[in-house]
């Protein structure tokens, strides 16, 4: 999948050779891009092999590459069973109803949700659903921020020690005052959102603001003098100076930043995730170490796995959205 | 007939590290409706600034300037600017980066559709129809810079400022420019001032030339009336004993009277003082 969507380009030269041009030299050009990824696969995994058949833990033996295909077999399956359970208890709970209904017309059905244990692919969509509602919130802020402080010089000088100071925190130190505020705050009976999913999204949000803000801010620092000249004689108001010409001018900046806040949301997650206990990949990470079955270190490899090809994936779709946005056709987007 | 544009005594002085620096001193300057004012002088001696001033973007410390009998202390469209490396948008097409001007001032005056053909219009009077819907990074130096005059026209604008608007050009595209302005102009017969380091586009295009003295401290030193009929053709005019007289003293002020300090003494001149002493050619 990675070389795919890494590098459409061999599917050109693969086009080439079935009308017959250039066989040689196409076939060539497949092979540097399919073959040497894939070389370099087969290499990492029969390093991956010979290495963990020599690594022995209190939980049994490292798992190596066949390990990590059955366990993410019997996730699936699991994942598989999970659902037919729940389709099954739905089917039970309808007929139920519909019983009641002809015995006694003015009974009003009820619906009660499945209860039953999340599956790995739930604790994948949960994961994902809360990177993404703190990568936005905290892009909600920090592009507003960063072009207003990007603006103003002294705004700037006032703000950047700030921002170096917390940019380096850990989400690890967050997690402890965010879920104690969040405990304070966040106090309904029946809260739409779990507290543990406040603590995860809001602890992201803490720490992949700062590359946005960062380079909003020298994007917007940076626009031509000769562009602002253009928007002064034209007397753009200040909004429409940020809408008209700051925006568009640090769009390409602005996307370096949401990039690199991306990556920096995913990898706080996991960790976000086990501290907090909220039911996404991080906690099935911390759950299977605590379990420490024999099949709990195969199973972690498959979430490491798993971690990064989204995360791979994230930033794929950003580089995409990034080309689609900038108009700055020239650089090289990668 | 009363100027349209007035300079009366206008310096100025940048603060600098090293104390203030007076770039410009007792500036008088009269412009009349339509007419075609150049401004010549050695690199680094104060065109730009005056230009600046003009246009409101820098603030004369002294004096002033005096517009259609108001006074000019902030940036607008009724002095519109064609800057030296083109400043259109980027992101924009050549279409849009003239739409931009349009909408700004001729909002509640014009209709979408006025506005369209006037933008349109516009971007014919520079010859550039063929290419409405490209990007600056599409066309060529030449096109961006007509596209930019373009900008500036649509604006209809009491003065039009020009910083070496094709300076950057090479001479060919140059030539056309010229002739596209002179066209121009012909119709339209707009105010205008330019700032330009060639003498012979100098002499081709104005009224009036003004040639300043060098700087710091700079300020008029003379000022020369081009009465050359119109319209003006560059190679009958390349043996007229008139053109090469109103060259020929336009030439001598640069390289006599005010001949570069860094000239003068060749044993001082770097690679950053020769570059800029070829550019006034
Ligand atoms: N914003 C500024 N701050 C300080 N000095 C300036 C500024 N703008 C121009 N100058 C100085 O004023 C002088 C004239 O500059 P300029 O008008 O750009 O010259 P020209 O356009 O004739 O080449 C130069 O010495 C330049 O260094
Ligand atoms: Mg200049």
Redesign the pocket.
Known sequence: MSIALSNIAWLEPVVKIAKGENVAENAQLIIKSVGLPLAGILVFLLVWHAAASNINTSLGQFPGPADVVEQSQSLWTEHLTEREKAEAFYERQEKRNADRVANDPSYVPKIREYTGKPTYIDQIGTSLVTVLSGFLLASAIAIPFGIVIGLSANLYSAFNPVIQIFKPVSPLAWLPLVTMVVSALYVSDDPMVAKSFVTSMITVMLCCLWPTVINTAVGVASIPKDLINVSQVLRLSYLEHVRKIVLPSSIPMVFTGLRLSLGIAWMVLIAAEMLAQNPGLGKFVWDEFQNGSSDSLGRIMVAVITIGIIGFLLDRIMLMIQRRVSWDKSAALR | MNPLLELTDVGIE???PNGP?C??QNVNLKIKKGEFISLI????????????IVAGL?QATQGGVVLGGKEVNEPGPERAVVFQNHSLLPWLTAYENVELAVKRVFKGKKSKAEMKEWIEHNLELVHMSHALHKRPDEISGGMKQRVGIARALSMEPQVLLM??PFGALDALTRAHLQDSLMEIQKELNNTVIM?THDVDEAVLLSDRIVM?TN??S?TIGEILDVELERPRNRIQLADDPTYNKYRQQVLSFLYEKQRKPDVEAPAKKAATSESKTEKVA
């Not at chain 2, 001696?45 to 600046?52: E, M, P, Y």
């Open positions: 940048f603060p600098t620096f770039a410009l002088g050695h690199s680094g001696c104060g065109k730009s600034t005056v230009l600046n820098y910083d070496e700032i300043m700087g710091p700079a």
